[in-house]
């Protein structure tokens, strides 16, 4: 992994949070990351994609939706770079934070 790469995939704003989300979450599928970030699934997707061709997401299909998790090969570094913005600014990400864990919590579920 390329620290110049690494920085540029999660230069924006939608891909941070889908990060830190995922991060706190340890997976998330893409229809709850929708209903977190209030975003169609065509942008979600497109923004999820990049995160994964950059290595830092993996996906796993069941059905019809896709579920990412931090990729299992992302270098230590990374993954503490990941961790430390995550906890020392929860407020940037808290509320989309809750309506993910609402949405995985929910007997509906988002999907």
């Known amino acids: 992994m390329n620290p110049c790469k690494f920085y540029k995939c999660l230069a924006d704003d939608t891909r941070l949070k889908s990060i830190m989300l995922i991060q706190q979450a ?10 977190a970030l209030e975003l169609d699934q065509p942008k979600t997707s497109r923004h999820l994609a990049e995160l994964r061709k950059c290595g830092i997401l993996q996906d796993d299909r069941r059905g ?3 579920y990412y998790r931090l990729h299992p090969e992302l270098p230590e570094w990374a993954k503490s770079v990941i961790n430390e913005t995550a906890q020392h ?6 509320a989309a934070l809750d309506k993910l864990l609402s949405c995985k919590l929910s007997a509906n579920n988002c999907c």
Not at 27 to 35: G, H, Q, R, S, W
């Open 26 to 35: 340890d997976e998330a599928c893409v229809c709850d990351l929708m209903a």
């Open 89 to 94: 600014n929860k407020d940037y990400y808290q």
């Open 64 to 66: 019809k939706w896709v």
